[in-house]
């Protein structure tokens, strides 16, 4: 199995900057793809960002040009949030795509909150 742990939230003003970091431990072979998510209150999760091991890089249009993701090695995966806004207020999950050879299955992190005041 794979475990996330991510860190770095927490509030900030709008027009700020924060950066979370994902380790992930365990099964790291499977990891197909690792980005973040989040969920803001009373809405539904939404893609934040994703990479695949390939380099491929997927971003909502909401956080274009604002939101960074990479990837250090096979387990770690960051997200730089530059000029936030009050509505990126949210928990941001990480998550993985993973192939063990057998199955494909999904991992998500315990998710970290992000508050930003106007």
């Known amino acids: 199995q794979v475990q996330l742990v991510e860190s770095g939230g927490g509030l900030v003003q709008a027009g700020g900057s924060l950066r979370l970091s994902c380790a992930a431990s365990?099964?790291?072979?499977?990891?197909?793809?690792m980005g973040w998510f989040r969920q803001a209150p009373g809405k539904q999760r939404e893609l934040v960002a994703h990479?695949?091991?390939?380099?491929?890089i997927n971003y909502a249009d909401s956080v274009k040009e604002r939101f960074t993701i990479s990837r250090d090695n096979a387990r770690m995966v960051y997200l730089q949030m530059n000029s936030l806004k009050p509505e990126d207020t949210a928990v941001y999950y990480c998550h993985t795509r993973n192939y063990n050879g057998h199955a494909h299955f999904e991992v998500w992190g315990q998710g970290t909150l992000v508050t930003v005041s106007s």
């Open positions: 365990g099964s790291i072979f499977s990891i197909a793809a």
């Open positions: 990479e695949t091991n390939g380099g491929a």
